[in-house]
């Protein structure tokens, strides 16, 4: 186990906030990277040499986006610009309490606009009277934890911030607006602040995603880790490998695995989650270390996930930590969908008539009773992995893994998966070790080559849908879409009451759940085969293009679609359409008129052709 070292003994008094704003605005117009590194050096070093060793107060007001003690005050923007015109307080329509809500947009007159804190800075400058602020770090770091805890609460958050308008300069108040919306642009990266600090502060943080626990272990600067110190440890939160981006030729990507048989991957669009398991108990967490145990379960008896898994892991297993994706298995379409947005609402065990569940997809083992496996190659990781797990289907699942050696064999992959859906591969080195945070050519993304440059995007109408093979709860899970036929010409021209249009693609892949949630809500009406509706022309052979049920063009909406390429087909009135077609946005923000027309796509086809 990991050795505790004890906490700094307990500093001497607060300072006024006023030095670390000092601090913050030197470093924002220093632009030499070694001259920053030394500012903030010497600026510990004082604090350590006055105050004391407990440097916690102020790296949290440094990183605010590590800050988990106080994970959300629930104050963006618009929520601040309210509190603040309520407590200088403002009219509504007073200029100032317009820019502060409308702080995005930039007018001839504003050029602060788009930057909120600078906005705030200057409506306050003309109000404020304090020349002197009184806040100490100690007493703002009191205030924000009141912020935090009285999040929702307005009345409560406005007097607080009621306190700090009356006692810090509008130039502190727009570093605390900075704090608050955890954005500090004062251009120096986290790593460069926990390097300064400690040498060992980021490995520690990346074990533990634990600002407090960084502060509090290595605030002897003479102190040094040890390597089990920067190991994962259980029920701590660590920062996951990552991947590296996609080489330019999946030739690039071969070569980074050195001749060596290398794995090929699914890479799934999910939620990175982390599970940790001892004896009864269970912990999940995201990869930014977001607890979620209270909805996947803490024990067998709670949660979406845990009650359902149990059995999965060999008896042998006192302690584990796994690392893989979370998806979410839509009983309607049968089948895994990364989540949305609305991943609580969409867990929600009450709402019964959807019943959505969440399916672990694992591709790690870091820890297995009492050791951690970090330093093995993934090739060994692998391998114990599928010792100590077995799958229940749907509810905890291997990663989809191949071998491979060659460009040839990750394209005839790509294929496969694209085929099924997929949404790409990762390539793995098999004696790579585990570097946590690391994004390093031992892991690597491939998407599928048209992706980046050459693939087609094309908006299109849905007109249609097809239940899911499980047809149950009469969800869609197919759409049928197609574009506005424009070349029919004649008094139809312009008005879109009677438009046509023409059937050209499905999609069923690059929705989240949370977008089927939104799509089965629309007023769907069922398709008579013998009585198809009459604004869509469709072909005369197969069954793709014909709905169970059907959408009113005036009820529909728009999807972003990109697809390999478009080709011949007549399984489609336009007598084309997309090849491994995926769904990239629904765009609510255009409106029916915005759907391209047969011949956008055409001559776009044409001109791709002659290339
Ligand atoms: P990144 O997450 O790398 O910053 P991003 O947010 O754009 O980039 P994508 O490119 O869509 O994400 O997905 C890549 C991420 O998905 C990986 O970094 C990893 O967290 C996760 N992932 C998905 N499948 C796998 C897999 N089989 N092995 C490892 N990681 C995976």
Redesign the pocket.
């Known amino acids: 186990a990991p050795a505790t070292y004890p906490a700094p003994p307990q500093n001497v008094g607060s300072p006024p906030f006023s030095i670390l704003v000092a601090l913050f605005e030197k470093l924002q117009v220093e632009r030499r990277q070694e001259r920053r590194k030394r500012l903030i050096d010497s600026w510990f070093n004082h604090w350590r040499e006055e105050k004391g060793y407990d440097l916690y107060p102020v790296l949290r007001l440094m990183l605010p986006q590590k800050d988990r003690e106080r994970a959300v005050y629930g104050l963006k923007e618009k929520n601040l610009a309210k509190a603040y015109i309520k407590l200088i307080p403002l009219g509504m329509k007073d200029p100032d309490a317009i820019r502060l809500l409308n702080w995005k947009k930039p007018t001839d007159r504003d050029r602060s606009s788009g930057d909120f804190p600078t906005v705030l800075y200057e409506v306050v400058s003309k109000r404020s009277s304090v020349i002197e602020g009184s806040l100490t770090v100690d007493d703002l770091n009191e205030l924000l934890d009141e912020l935090a805890k009285n999040m929702g609460n307005k009345d409560v958050q406005s007097r607080v911030l009621q306190r700090v308008y009356n006692r810090s300069t509008p130039d502190e108040q727009r570093w605390i607006v900075r704090v608050i919306l955890k954005d500090m642009q004062i251009s120096v990266k986290e790593t460069t602040i926990f390097a300064v600090f400690h040498p060992d502060a980021q490995d520690l943080y990346n074990t533990c995603s634990d600002l407090k626990k960084v502060a509090w272990e290595l605030w002897d600067p003479s102190y040094r880790l040890n390597a089990a110190d920067k190991a994962v440890q259980l029920f701590h939160a660590f920062a ?1 490998m ?2 590296k981006r996609p080489t330019k030729k999946i030739e690039d990507t071969v070569k980074q695995m050195q001749g060596s048989n290398f794995f090929i ?5 999910g939620e ?1 989650m982390q599970l940790h398991r001892r004896g009864n108990e269970y912990f999940y967490c995201s ?1 930014k270390g977001k607890d979620y145990t209270y909805l996947y379960g803490k024990h067998i008896g709670a949660g979406s996930l845990t009650p359902f898994i149990d059995d999965a892991f060999d008896s042998r297993i006192d302690d584990i930590i796994l690392d893989g ?1 979370m998806l979410v298995w839509d009983p309607v379409s049968e089948r895994n969908l990364p989540f949305g947005t609305l991943k609580t609402a969409a867990l929600d065990r009450s709402k019964k008539e959807h019943n959505p569940r969440p399916c672990f997809k694992v ?1 790690d083992l870091l820890h297995l009773n009492g050791q951690s496996l970090i330093h093995r190659s993934t090739e060994f990781r692998k391998k114990n992995l599928r010792a100590c797990l077995s799958e229940i289907p749907g509810r905890i699942e291997f ?1 989809a893994e191949y071998r491979g050696t060659t460009a040839g064999d990750i394209r005839s992959r790509m294929d496969e998966i694209m085929a099924n859906r997929g949404e790409g591969l ?1 390539i ?1 080195h098999p004696a790579s070790k585990y570097v946590l945070n690391g ?1 390093n050519m031992d ?1 690597i ?1 491939v998407k599928p080559e048209y992706m980046d440059n050459l693939g087609e995007t094309v908006d299109v109408l849905v007109v249609a849908g097809n239940y899911g093979s499980g047809k149950r709860g009469g969800g869609v899970s197919t759409l049928i879409c197609a574009v506005l036929d424009d070349r029919i010409i004649g008094e139809t021209e312009n008005d879109l009451d009677e438009a046509k249009y023409s059937s050209f693609v499905r999609i069923g892949t690059g929705l989240s759940f949370a977008d089927y949630v939104w799509i089965r809500s629309k007023p769907w009406k069922p398709w008579d085969p013998k009585n198809p509706p009459e604004f869509l022309q469709i072909s005369k052979r197969g069954t793709e293009d014909k709905g169970d049920v059907y959408l009113e063009p005036e009820d529909s909406f728009l999807v972003k679609v990109k697809a390999a390429e478009v080709v011949p087909s007549d399984l489609y009135h336009l007598g084309f359409t997309m090849r491994f077609p995926r769904a990239i946005q629904i765009r609510d923000d255009l409106t029916v008129a915005d759907c391209a027309c047969a011949n956008d796509v055409l001559v776009s086809m044409r001109t791709e052709r002659k290339r």
């Open positions: 996951p990552l991947c991957e699914e890479k799934l669009d990175r990869r994706e591709f990663t990762v793995k994004r892991w993304k």
